[in-house]
């Protein structure tokens, strides 16, 4: 998968994809306000660095098998992306920590206008994410954060968004 340009005046709404339950709601409310204001949706898959010192071939083979997920797993979103409004993500995958790579992303990435997370709905807190971002390192963003609740259902997304 490429990574898409944007158009200057374009609003991109950012959606990290993993695999939360809660990620569904922040691509969802994410499409619906790119398609609502002329924007486009990007996302952003982050995969965890091989662990250890294995030899050069594993850390190799690691490193596609890895890759061949994070493609399975964008793509399958990118899909309800594309049917949510009309056209493809942008598409970034990266390695590394998820936190890092964001405000990486973010700062490389003058398009980007619109950072969405969903919260967790869990009682073990809002996810780490949305806890870094909204706390300590909210500062490091040049770009305003949507939190989209966790526990949300598709209807009361569409009808905030």
Known sequence: MSEQASLPDERVFLVVVDESPEMRN????????????????????????????????????????????AEEVIAKHADVAVSLTGQPPAIHIREGKSRDELVKLITEDPSISVLVLASASSSEGPGPLVTAFAGKLGSQLRVPLTIVPGALSEAQIDAIS
Do not use: N
């Open 26 to 69: 922040a691509l969802r409310y994410a499409c619906r306000r790119a398609k609502r204001t002329g924007g486009r949706v990007a996302m952003l898959y982050v995969m965890e660095p091989p662990e250890g010192q294995q030899w050069g071939a594993v850390m190799d083979l690691m490193r596609q098998e890895a890759r061949q997920q």
